[in-house]
């Protein structure tokens, strides 16, 4: 256990380090740590709307972040590509993003198309229906995300890299709140870029 714990807390301050220096990024995913949060509950209520909200709100602020506000160039923090970055990233570095984004932009066209999921689901009878049809496929999507670069990661790196990566996951709504609640308040005092002082603690 004490091992699983140390492997998941490099994953956490890697991701930080490497990956959040924005202040509006920081911003963008304090919005989604909340939105995820919310969606958890959904889970319970209605996991359809759980979907909806957390693709739909939760993922696009966070991916956003990444792709239009945090900087790409040579990293002067932690003396690192951004090619060298994406090659060691855990997770899903921008490339494999890319696609999961683009699979999940087109899946209503799926729906649309094949209204009844070769058969898994009953045809839509109303605009309400497609997006809630719409909204179960983005569930499978984001369960089969999850669960394909867990076992990915238990080939390429084993068990305890992949587990301590979908804990970490899971637990990122969380974590990212205590990160960056602060982070508004930084980009309204002007402060574009977090200094990050506290590397040499990680």
């Given at each position: 256990?004490?091992?699983?714990?140390?492997?998941?807390?490099?994953?956490?301050?890697?991701?930080?380090?490497?990956?959040?220096?924005?202040?509006?990024?920081?911003?963008?995913?304090?919005?989604?740590?909340?939105?995820?949060?919310?969606?958890?509950?959904?889970?319970?209520?209605?996991?359809?709307?759980?979907?909806?909200?957390?693709?739909?709100?939760?993922?696009?602020?966070?991916?956003?972040?990444?792709?239009?506000?945090?900087?790409?160039?040579?990293?002067?923090?932690?003396?690192?590509?951004?090619?060298?970055?994406?090659?060691?990233?855990?997770?899903?570095?921008?490339?494999?993003?890319?696609?999961?984004?683009?699979?999940?932009?087109?899946?209503?066209?799926?729906?649309?198309?094949?209204?009844?999921?070769?058969?898994?689901?009953?045809?839509?009878?109303?605009?309400?229906?497609?997006?809630?049809?719409?909204?179960?496929?983005?569930?499978?999507?984001?369960?089969?995300?999850?669960?394909?670069?867990?076992?990915?990661?238990?080939?390429?790196?084993?068990?305890?890299?992949?587990?301590?990566?979908m804990t970490k996951v899971l637990t990122d709504p969380f974590h990212d709140i205590m990160l960056y609640w602060k982070?508004?308040?930084?980009?309204?005092?002007?402060?574009?870029?977090?200094?990050?002082?506290?590397?040499?603690?990680?």
């Open positions: 256990m004490q091992h699983f714990l140390e492997t998941l807390r490099i994953q956490r301050w890697d991701d930080h380090r490497y990956y959040h220096h924005d202040r509006i990024n920081q911003s963008l995913h304090l919005v989604s740590a909340l939105s995820f949060v919310t969606a958890y509950l959904f889970l319970f209520i209605d996991p359809i709307v759980s979907a909806l909200l957390a693709w739909l709100v939760s993922m696009t602020t966070r991916q956003a972040g990444h792709f239009f506000f945090e900087p790409h160039a040579y990293d002067m923090v932690n003396q690192a590509t951004h090619a060298y970055k994406e090659e060691i990233k855990v997770g899903y570095n921008l490339r494999r993003k890319v696609v999961l984004m683009a699979v999940w932009a087109l899946s209503p066209i799926l729906v649309w198309l094949e209204p009844t999921l070769f058969g898994l689901l009953a045809s839509y009878q109303s605009p309400e229906d497609f997006v809630r049809t719409v909204g179960a496929l983005w569930l499978a999507l984001g369960a089969g995300g999850l669960l394909f670069r867990v076992l990915q990661l238990l080939w390429q790196q084993g068990a305890q890299t992949a587990l301590a990566w982070a508004p308040i930084y980009l309204m005092r002007g402060q574009r870029t977090d200094p990050m002082h506290h590397i040499h603690l990680g």
